[in-house]
């Protein structure tokens, strides 16, 4: 089993719509969880930064972390197309001191 | 957040020859950089942290001879691919991220003939 899990897509939906983005793991000690978007051949843009489980809104886009069932989740209101991207979770056990553990990224369509 | 520059964006040289890859944090003093490694389709994968005046610290399965880390001043960590095979052919990305977050850059795309 692999430390992080994250379905690589592709998730296709309309314009306007709520994306659900998630990510599984197996390691309890990690802390610090996060969602990256990447844009092909570039480097990841940090979206979302949380602490220990609980919720986290900024703008468009809310983050909920439960660690009792060990599973992160990016919501995405009222989706662009400039949303088109791949959208890495990451974890780690002691916030920016420490490297990160990545789930594969999700390659998300958002269709016009 | 932290701005982060990588040099250069691409780079395309023979086997056997040596590339160096520069990452600068441009507003924040660094401690401590991390550099990772993408192959396509995959995740980043860590391949070793790179603490100011101080030895890198290398993860599992990476080795520390062919990938040179050196982190000599607050601003700058560059990593050295040495004697470069095709398999050493990837995405590097380093990040910045002594508080909070990890900023990273755009990466350098080797590709090694």
């Known amino acids: 089993q692999k430390e992080v899990e994250q379905d690589p897509g592709p998730l296709s939906v309309p314009e306007g719509a709520i994306v659900s983005l998630n990510c599984t793991y197996s390691?309890?000690?990690?802390?610090?969880f996060m969602w990256y978007r990447q844009y092909s051949r570039k480097g990841p843009e940090l979206l979302m930064y949380t602490y220990s489980s609980g919720n986290k809104e900024d703008g468009r886009f809310t983050a909920q972390v439960d660690k009792s069932s060990k599973y992160i989740s990016l919501f995405i209101r009222d989706s662009q197309p400039s949303d088109s991207a791949t959208y890495l979770c990451?974890?780690?056990?002691?916030?920016?001191?420490?490297?990160?553990?990545f789930g594969k990224g999700t390659h998300l369509i958002i269709q016009p | 957040g932290a701005v982060v520059s990588q040099h250069p964006s691409w780079v395309i040289c023979k086997s056997g020859t040596s590339v160096k890859i520069e990452c600068r944090s441009l507003?924040?003093?660094?401690?401590?950089m991390f550099w990772y490694r993408q192959f396509p389709k995959q995740s980043l994968m860590l391949m070793a942290t790179?603490?100011?005046?101080?030895?890198?610290?290398?993860e599992q399965g990476v080795e520390k001879d062919k990938f040179l880390i050196n982190h000599a001043s607050l601003t700058l960590s560059t990593l050295t691919v040495t004697s470069a095979h095709p398999e050493d052919s990837s995405f590097y990305i380093c990040?910045?991220?002594?508080?909070?977050?990890?900023?990273f850059g755009d990466g350098t795309r080797l590709s090694i003939l």
């Open positions: 507003d924040f003093q660094a401690t401590t």
């Open positions: 790179s603490n100011e005046g101080s030895k890198a610290t290398y």
């Open positions: 990451a974890m780690s056990l002691g916030g920016g001191a420490d490297g990160l553990t």
């Open positions: 990040s910045v991220g002594d508080r909070g977050p990890q900023h």
């Open positions: 390691n309890s000690a990690f802390q610090y």
